[in-house]
């Protein structure tokens, strides 16, 4: 049998089986399916260098399915194949009757692939489109800095490429010439409600690609010959960057299934009979062709990655001195960010597996410092302004074994929200610092503050990762002995962290003598009336307010819950020594502290009296920190008037007599 006639003839196998796991399911994507098995055969069963026995070996070539619903195609290979399924520990063949239970609760064989469910042949969870290409890019970018003859695959819809993200990360490949990257465009013509616009034509998207300094292949997507002519020359290792474009036909060899109306809809019963005869009658065609090439998988060129030591990581003091920072502590106040910013260069030190990625803004946060030391610079990635693609990258260089540090304003995170979520979802351990948190970098506005972040990364962080642990920790340090630890604390954590850094200099509250664990809070003063729970920078107006308080008899516990989740049993213990009055302080939007605190004691049941000062409104521009906390009603003034107002007490009143005092 020639090649062109064992794809053909392995493709109509696997769409059969497409077609009958989506109709035992009920859903899923057969059509998709059936426009990649020419490819997927001429990748997983002749270019691709990888183990059926291990498909999770890290130095195997990799294939990102980023039009994650065409997985039943690969699903199908596993089972044609025999190659590994399962969770770690459960490993085991997958079979025929595995796709039988395609998108069952127990099933490894999920609707859209996920790593982290039991198939280690991807790298990252996709389905939500246009990320996929970022990942490979990771990957990519990986394998050149671990010397390794490593190839990525991406299989991107034509659909799906409207997604600005797609073309971050083609000039993410560009600007790193990753020549070991091959984007492989399925261009079938159909999205979910119809046909794709002209501009995701292949000839758009092959222009498109020729114009950023990609050369594009515009081959037959279901002739073997010209798959595997476009693979062997990206194999060859191409001068500059390369991608195919595929020509495809959706629903391919069911002419009952082609044209709009079917993206989604498996076909069952006499529908499903009649569509497996049609590719049967189509794959039959091809069969009588002689030859005497056969496909066979190719082992990959090394079995393992170079081994990285870690060292016993610098104290905030050690590298301070060691790159003439001491000074910087002398003065006793310094800004979160910078903090983070050496405690980020003295990890590359110590772990080289950490990574540093920045969009843009390096002198601001403070990353530069990791950037611009020569035995670093190689794990600096400069993303540029292209926040989603960044997450993505991160979420690629992650599933290498790296541990990747994220950093940009706050703000902009934002931009990146699903990519984040979908890192979490695939276990990426990804670390990500927003600089410039809250309101208190006053002068530039609303547009460059974070204030929902808070929200969003706690509600992650109120579901069980897959390690130990929380999806997310969210980290709110409000001084430089803080946050210099707590990015250690990051690094050694396996799992997802969000931490925020603020731009203002702000004095030392703590010192190397004081414990930060993820999960922890500090209690800065102990007293009897009020509980003030707060984080960040907000921490030192709580703290400036503490005189007024005094001055009215207001004896105040004042805990600075710098990590969420946070320890409940520990807080309500602290809010009852107060009387059960809580009043949370901090600058940003609703949906963070305070929404923790109020869960926790009314999950407690006792009685609790909960109170907010937070950011209620649209923040404009102001001169100073100083200004901007007036005008959002957060100075230390309004702290003292609200705890006052809380116990009945106003500032010209004096506190009621108690028996005893």
Not at 370 to 389: G, H, K, P, T, Y
Not at 395 to 413: D, H, V, Y
């Amino acid at each position: 049998m020639s090649f062109e006639a064992a794809v053909h003839t392995k493709a109509t196998r696997l769409g059969s089986l497409s077609l009958t796991m989506c109709g035992h399911a009920g859903s899923g994507h057969p059509t998709t399916a059936l426009s990649l098995g020419h490819l997927v055969t001429c990748l997983m069963y002749d270019a691709m260098r990888w183990v059926p026995e291990n498909p999770g070996l890290n130095t195997s070539d990799r294939l990102v399915l980023s039009e994650g619903h065409a997985v039943p195609v690969v699903y199908a290979a596993f089972a044609d194949l025999g190659a590994m399924i399962g969770k770690p520990g459960e490993q085991r063949p997958c079979t025929v009757e595995d796709t039988e239970h395609f998108r069952e609760t127990d099933s490894p064989l999920d609707g859209h692939p996920n790593p982290r469910e039991g198939f280690t042949f991807f790298d990252a969870a996709t389905g939500s489109l246009g990320q996929g290409l970022s990942v490979a890019a990771g990957l990519g970018l990986a394998a050149r800095r671990d010397d390794i003859d490593q190839r990525t695959y991406c299989i991107i819809g034509d659909g799906e490429s409207r997604e600005g993200q797609i073309w971050e990360a083609v000039d993410f490949i560009v600007d790193y010439g990753l020549t070991n990257v091959l984007p492989i465009f399925n261009c079938n013509g159909l999205g979910q409600a119809g046909s794709v616009s002209s501009q995701q034509s292949p000839e758009r998207i092959a222009a498109k690609l020729e114009a950023a300094g990609i050369t594009a292949v515009t081959i037959d997507g279901h002739d073997p010959n010209k798959i595997q002519k476009a693979l062997q020359t990206f194999a060859g290792g191409p001068a500059t960057p390369m991608a195919i474009v595929a020509k495809t036909v959706k629903g391919w060899g069911v002419p009952s299934m082609q044209g709009s109306g079917w993206h989604g809809k498996p076909a069952k019963g006499a529908k499903l009979d009649q569509a497996l005869q049609e590719l049967a009658a189509a794959g039959s065609t091809y069969t009588g062709s002689l030859g005497g090439t056969t496909l066979a998988i190719q082992p990959p060129s090394c079995t393992a990655r170079p081994e990285l030591k870690v060292l016993e990581p610098l104290s905030f003091k050690q590298a301070a001195d060691r790159w003439d920072m001491r000074t910087m502590l002398q003065t006793g106040n310094l800004s979160t960010r910078k903090a983070y910013g050496l405690a980020l260069r003295a990890l590359g030190h110590t772990d080289a597996l950490v990574w540093s990625l920045d969009a843009d803004v390096q002198n601001s946060t403070f990353t530069e410092w990791f950037a611009n030391d020569e035995e670093l610079s190689s794990r600096f990635v400069e993303c540029r302004i292209a926040e989603q693609n960044m997450v993505s990258v991160a979420a690629g260089l992650a599933a290498a074994g790296k541990t990747p540090f994220c950093s940009t304003f706050g703000k902009f995170i934002t931009r990146a929200y699903d990519q984040i979520e979908m890192a979490m979802n695939s276990g990426a351990n990804l670390k990500i610092v927003g600089s410039h948190s809250g309101i208190s970098l006053a002068a530039d506005g609303p547009s460059q503050m974070s204030l929902p972040d808070v929200a969003w990364f706690r509600s992650l962080g109120s579901v069980e990762g897959h390690d130990p642990g929380p999806g997310c920790w969210t980290l709110q340090p409000s001084d430089a002995w803080a946050a210099y630890r707590l990015t250690q604390l990051m690094a050694e954590h396996q799992g997802m962290c969000y931490m925020r850094v603020h731009r203002p200099d702000v004095e030392f509250l703590y010192n190397e003598n004081t414990e930060f664990t993820l999960g922890g809070m500090e209690t800065l003063v102990q007293g009897r009336d009020l509980l003030i729970a707060t984080s960040g920078f907000m921490v030192h107006e709580c703290n400036a307010a503490l005189d007024g308080l005094d001055e009215l008899g207001i004896d105040v516990s004042l805990v600075d819950c710098y990590s969420l989740p946070f320890d409940e049993e520990r807080l309500l213990d602290l809010a009852n020594e107060n009387g059960g009055n809580i009043l949370v302080v901090e600058d940003n939007y609703g949906g963070g502290l305070f929404s923790a605190v109020a869960e926790a004691c009314a999950q407690a049941g006792d009685a609790f009296t909960v109170e907010s000062l937070r950011v209620r409104r649209i923040p404009k521009s102001a001169r100073s920190e100083a200004s901007i906390l007036a005008q959002c009603g957060l100075t230390h003034e309004d702290i003292v008037n609200r705890a006052a107002g809380m116990l009945g007490i106003t500032p010209q009143q004096s506190p009621p007599m108690v028996a005893g005092k």
